[in-house]
């Protein structure tokens, strides 16, 4: 039951998404459905959400990425991005067919000014989350 009301819930939201935010605290339903999932219930959920935000044409997008393991093309759109760190420790690998290619460690808040991903690659984020955010060049 909790399922099949998770996945109606799902495609509305991709359908709908504007609508859906904006009446979230009037459909009680969907609270409901939202409480009684378990956490790691409500990661997947954000994590499909972030990747449709992510796969918009908005020029401005800005998605956090919380800590796991992701694939370009599949969870993370390929293109090129700015990612900013929190003022923690954090970790950042990019790997091509298991092989490191990139690697950033952050003591602090940082950013990557231009990472380019591409299709195939897994990205992997420890520590904390990081902010993806559509790479605008110098701005000139």
């Known amino acids: 039951m909790k399922i099949r009301l998770l996945s109606v819930v799902l495609a509305v939201l991709l359908v ?17 459905a939202f409480s009684e999932c378990t956490i790691e219930m409500l990661y997947s959920i954000k994590t499909l ?21 992701y694939i370009v ?17 954090t970790s950042i690998e990019i790997f091509d067919n298991e092989k490191r290619v990139q690697d950033f460690d952050f003591m602090d808040a940082g950013t990557i000014g231009k990472l380019t991903l591409k299709n ?8 904390q989350s990081v ?10």
């Open 16 to 32: 709908f998404p504007g609508a859906a935010f904006a009446e979230i605290y009037e459909w009680p339903e969907l609270k409901a």
């Open 73 to 89: 093309g599949d969870d993370i759109p390929a293109g090129v991005y700015t990612v900013t760190t929190g003022d923690h420790y």
């Open 120 to 127: 195939g690659q897994r990205v992997v984020i420890e520590y």
């Open 49 to 69: 959400l972030d990747t449709e935000i992510a796969s918009r044409e908005d020029k401005d997008k800005e998605v956090v990425v919380p800590v796991g393991e």
């Open 131 to 140: 902010t993806f955010s559509t790479y605008k060049g110098l701005s000139f």
